[in-house]
């Protein structure tokens, strides 16, 4: 066994042993290099002239062994015990809309702390639950030992915009995708306001696959920066079954309001209306799409879909449209919501060029809200409700470190549900869970719902394997 080897095995003993104190990880060595999965700034070319839909994660997404950085005032290093994927490393990988070796230049040259940021690397990854194991200088709240959830959000606070809401701070950045150093590996490096308690009745994988989804969901939803959602309020959710979707349904049912998701498959109507949403529209049985090849609105099918959503709420509309899915569905969102309602968005997964009527939305007296992952306080209510078991997790499947490209191109072909985890230094899934009691009171099919799907899934695609095998024996 190597020295790093070693160093490893002993830290995850600890992590592992409730008998290991402060003192231990303060004293803990640490291995001179890490693992992670980064970009590299010299292929930042290498998808150019191809298709978004040619481009292959896999082969921009590289393995690299790096110093673990030194954290300074203010900062600390976790060990990373697992991650998850969002779909900002699958615009990091295929370097769109552009290359995010230029988001950590710019944070270089406009910030001293950004210097350290800039390097031939760039360490992916927005989610991260694990253990502190380092603090620099003047960190008060948390010290080595504390295990942690990471709040995907970075704050200069020096200009005085930010302090009324921390992400108008003109040096605001997604950690992970704006910054180095992020989740996808063996440690990362934060500031201590990202830090937040670990759920304890979850897993380190479910625990991680949260803290993007839920703090944005909440912004999104319930904070008074995005729609201000009330008791009784119609709320139109699209792709339902995925990671963002399944976390807005929750939010919409644990605040007294009405989830219609949307859907592409009748297994993953099956699925959401498992998690709890009674509404729910399948696309894949409506004809058409909302954009024609000639890039005008298809307004035929901008009303079928209003006149099915309104029939499901028995005649009502859409109070808010939780949008992050971008060009496909954008022209609906604006067209479903009453006169007065909001668009909160977030994202663009399938493309961030938006085509829709304006007449729709400026006569109909309509607000587009744009948001953009949480603010201090948000990330903290919404760790708050993980923590309470009122929001649950959707992972669906982990990978290995090593094999964690291959996650972000299923992400970023859809092949997925819920949320897509990643073993870090967590040798397999399950690890991690302390309040045993906490979870067995609220049942463990709240935590392996997203799981049994996969499985059935997989189980399925096997037997169709199978099948046509048989039938060309």
Known sequence: MTMMSTELATLLEMIESPAATSADFANAR???????????????????????????PRRSLKRVEVPIPEPRS??????????????NTVWSSIFEPLSTHQFLAQYAQSHPRGRMHQQDYHILGSDACGVVVRVGEGVTRWKPGDRVTVNPSVFGLIDPAGHDDPLVDPDARAWGFETNFGGLAQ????????????????SWEEAASLALVSGTAYRMLVSRNGARM????????????????????????????????????????????EL??????DRSKLRGSFIKESGELNTRQLVAFRGAVERL???????????????????????????????VTCGSTTGYQHVYDNRYLWMHVKSIIGSHGANFRE??????????????????????????????????ANRHVGKLGVLCLAEREGMGIRRVTMREGIGESRFDLFRRFQARQQEAAAQKASAAVAATA
Not at 74 to 87: D, P, R
Not at 252 to 270: D, F, M, Q, T, Y
């Open 74 to 87: 203010g900062e600390a290093i976790v060990a990373v015990m697992a991650s998850g994927i969002n779909f």
């Open 187 to 202: 440690f990362c490096l934060v500031q201590e306001s990202q830090l937040m308690a670990k759920p304890e009745h979850m």
């Open 30 to 56: 640490l291995p001179a290099s890490m693992q992670a999965l980064a970009t590299l700034r010299q292929d930042q070319e290498m998808f150019a002239g191809m298709a978004s839909e040619d481009k292959d």
């Open 313 to 343: 709420l028995g005649g009502e509309e859409i109070d808010i449209v939780y949008e992050h899915t971008g060009r496909e569905t954008f022209s609906a969102s604006v067209f479903v919501a009453r006169r007065g309602g909001k668009v």
């Open 276 to 281: 709890g949403c009674e509404m729910v529209i």
């Open 379 to 412: 990330a903290y209510e919404a760790n708050r409700m993980a923590c309470l078991g009122k929001i649950h997790p959707t992972v669906s499947q982990s990978f290995p470190l090593a094999q964690a490209a291959e996650a972000v191109a299923q992400v970023k």
């Open 230 to 273: 009330k008791q009784g309020d119609n709320v139109l959710i699209w792709g339902g079954s995925g990671g963002m979707g399944a976390v807005g349904i929750q939010y919409v049912l644990n605040g007294g309001g009405r989830p219609v998701a949307v859907v592409s498959g009748p297994e993953k109507e099956a699925l959401v209306r």
